[in-house]
């Protein structure tokens, strides 16, 4: 029977399928991953040949051979695109999967949801987001994973390793039905070159945050969180965002969120993307209000906004330094400024070099790597000089943690502080060293995010009530120091159907912490006992209180010195499988890069059983107080009330608090 003729449950029942498909045709209307390059000498690209071939029968691999041979020779990448599934792509009802286990078919749902259409940068290559996010690094990965899926019981766990399932083992009912890893190199086999070598292999993949861990709800996923850093950023620099003007870059993943949380906020944003279909695609779905291709009409169109204090999301089609420049030129004061090209992936279609097109530097970075280095080294020193230029005429710049500062600092481009402190090497902070981490992160707030698993809009409505409700039930008691962040929430969750932020899965996030994640959730778990809605799945993003140790990101409000290690990031995946969650992934890379961050998620199904209140409860309060914990112990304030509060709410929580040393002593120490 011909793969075309079987249902959609038959499909993924069939796994990879005895009888071998039609080649599917390259369809150009899809936004694809550019090549990469080649860096595999002659025996190694036989390897990766074997390393294909050993999912597929013997009968077939005369036939795979040379088409595998001719993708890697054409991508950089063996995808196996034959095996490209013909059903479409996108979260279905959780009904709507084979499954022995709810759990399974739930994970099955979020998995299709990373690969729709809508969601993932680079669907045919199995790639989310950031570039280089993949899900799976070939479609034989993938239908051999949702066979698994839907064979599984509650009582095995599917492993997977980089993108490959190696197996359903025995395990127990209270055990995660999915461990995931990505990337998990050797640490001196961990830089780019060793990443390019090993995932050409098909032994690895870069996983990126919540790609790998199947947790990717589209750019509504950091949408939130950015409309907190643009407040807070206008909040800092003391003026309101109506009429001031918010210059970014970067319209491809995560970072498609930033002219819709703009929006939001209040402010006029002006993102640059050198995409033009992915900048299409984020006008289609009403993520950015205007496009402009034209320099100087960018200009008046900017300065028309000023007068008139527009709320105004603006994407520039072209190079973000081309902007930074003429806005110089034009004497246009920008107040916040920042960057979120894929700056962890520099030398793969991560960041475009001013000067080149779209077209000529794909072509270039494949072809001829090293000039295409210079090129984007080049690119970042003046990138850098026109961000210097502004500030010193009163912009507030910070690092949106995608490796700006640190590529350009390895560029040669002038981004050092002159007097460098502990923490402080750079002349610009990252926004959660200034923004996220103390008035967020060390309070335990983070972004909590949940999918109702129906697929229904009407449960997704309900669960944003019964969220709400919840924080409005808890801001009446809540300490004066975390005021701000529960009316951000409270706003943020009303105005959450009117800005149409779904993408994808009926999804929502909102940054909660400890008390408001269990008691959200507490209150879903309730209203599906009741009936009221299916069942929902909770996750959050990697960047969070204590899912992430990134020294330039996610852990630079870290000062101790401790900001380089990776313990907590490891205890946090630890600690949620055991303590109930149905998921969890532990990742090399994430955000900013491989080889510079560790990072950890999970996923939890909610079935409004008591065995779910019971997990609930108990994974997320780990999930949370554990960043709190470390985070109180280099002697961060903020995070110090936090563990303290917690410790007053939980009796059996004892936390190792820091003495604090006063600064006469080194003076002491000099004078003798």
């Known amino acids: 029977m011909q793969l075309t003729e079987l249902s959609f449950k038959d499909q993924i029942l069939e796994g990879i399928p005895n009888v071998l498909p039609q080649p599917k045709p390259y369809d150009s209307s899809i936004n694809h991953a550019p090549k990469r390059k080649a860096i595999l000498s002659p025996e190694e690209e036989k390897l990766a040949l074997r ?265 520039y089609l072209g190079n973000i330094v081309e902007v930074w420049e003429k806005f110089n030129e034009a004497n246009i004061h920008i107040d916040l400024g920042s960057d979120q090209t894929s700056l962890h992936n520099p030398w793969a279609g991560g960041y475009y070099p001013v000067g080149l097109s779209f077209e000529a530097s794909n072509k270039m970075m494949a072809d001829d790597p090293e000039k295409f280095k210079g090129k984007v080294q080049e690119s970042l020193r003046r990138h850098a000089k026109a961000i210097n230029q502004h500030t010193a005429r009163g912009t507030y710049f910070f690092d949106y943690g995608n490796a700006f500062l640190l590529e350009a600092s390895r560029a040669g481009a002038d981004v050092m502080s002159e007097k460098p402190e502990l923490g402080r090497e750079f002349k610009y902070p990252s926004y959660v060293q200034d923004i996220m981490g103390p008035m967020c992160f060390d309070y335990g707030f983070g972004p909590f995010r949940w999918v109702c698993a129906s697929g229904k809009s009407e449960d997704l409505a309900k669960t944003d009530e019964i969220a709400c409700k919840v924080l409005e039930d808890i801001m009446k008691n809540s300490p004066r120091d975390i005021q701000q962040q529960m009316a951000d929430n409270i706003q943020w969750i009303k105005g959450a159907q009117e800005n149409q932020l779904v993408v994808g899965s009926q999804a929502r996030i909102l940054y909660a912490d400890a008390e408001g994640r269990m008691k959200i959730a507490e209150a879903f778990n309730q209203a599906i006992s009741n009936d009221d809605i299916g069942e929902v799945i909770l996750g959050r993003d990697h960047h969070d209180v204590s899912g992430t140790d990134s020294p330039y990101r996610e852990t630079s409000n870290i000062y101790d010195g401790s900001r380089f290690t990776s313990d907590m990031a490891i205890h946090n995946v630890i600690g949620d499988s055991f303590r109930g969650a149905t998921w969890v992934s532990i990742h090399n890379g994430g955000g900013v890069g491989w080889g510079e961050v560790i990072n950890g998620g999970f996923g939890m199904v909610l079935d409004g059983t008591k065995e779910a209140s019971k997990r609930l409860k108990q994974m997320l309060f780990w999930d949370v107080n554990n960043g709190i914990s470390r985070r109180s112990w280099a002697r961060n304030q903020g995070a110090i009330f936090a563990i303290k509060r917690a410790m007053e709410a939980e009796p059996n929580l004892k936390v190792t608090l820091p003495n604090q040393v006063d600064d006469y002593l080194f003076e002491t120490i000099k004078k003798k």
């Not at 698994?148 to 083992?169: N, R």
Request: hydrophobic content about 35%; proline content about 5%.
């Open 51 to 315: 390393n294909a071939l050993r999912y597929f029968d013997k009968k077939h691999h005369e036939v795979l051979i040379s088409e595998f041979k001719s993708e890697l020779d054409t991508y950089g990448r063996i995808y196996m695109y034959r095996f490209r599934p013909d059903y479409k792509m996108y979260a279905r009802s959780i009904d709507a999967y084979p499954a022995k286990s709810r759990q399974a078919a739930a994970i099955m749902l979020m998995i299709q949801n990373n690969l729709d259409y809508a969601v993932a940068q680079h669907p045919h290559e199995l790639i989310t987001y950031g570039g280089n996010g993949a899900v799976f690094s070939n479609w034989a990965q993938y239908r051999l994973t949702m066979k698994y899926l839907a064979e599984m019981t509650d009582e095995q766990t599917l492993v997977m390793y980089s993108g490959h399932p190696l197996g359903l083992f025995p395990s127990h009912t209270e055990a995660p039905r999915v461990v995931v890893t990505n990337g998990m190199m050797i640490p001196n086999y961990s830089k780019p070159d060793d990443w390019e070598k090993f995932n050409a292999l098909g032994v690895t993949q870069y996983g990126q945050m919540t790609a790998g861990s199947y947790m990717y709800i589209g750019p509504q996923g950091i949408v939130h969180g950015t409309t907190i850093t643009v407040l807070n950023g206008f909040r800092k620099i003391g003026k309101s965002p109506k009429g001031h003007l918010f210059v970014t870059s970067g319209l491809g993943g995560m970072s498609g969120a930033q002219p819709k949380a703009g929006n939001i906020a209040g402010c006029i944003t002006v993102c640059a993307e050198v995409n033009p279909k992915i900048t299409q695609v984020r006008l289609d779905q009403g993520w950015i209000d205007e496009k402009i291709t034209d320099l100087d009409q960018l200009v008046t169109r900017v300065k028309e906004a000023k007068t008139n204090m527009e709320t105004i999301s603006i994407a």
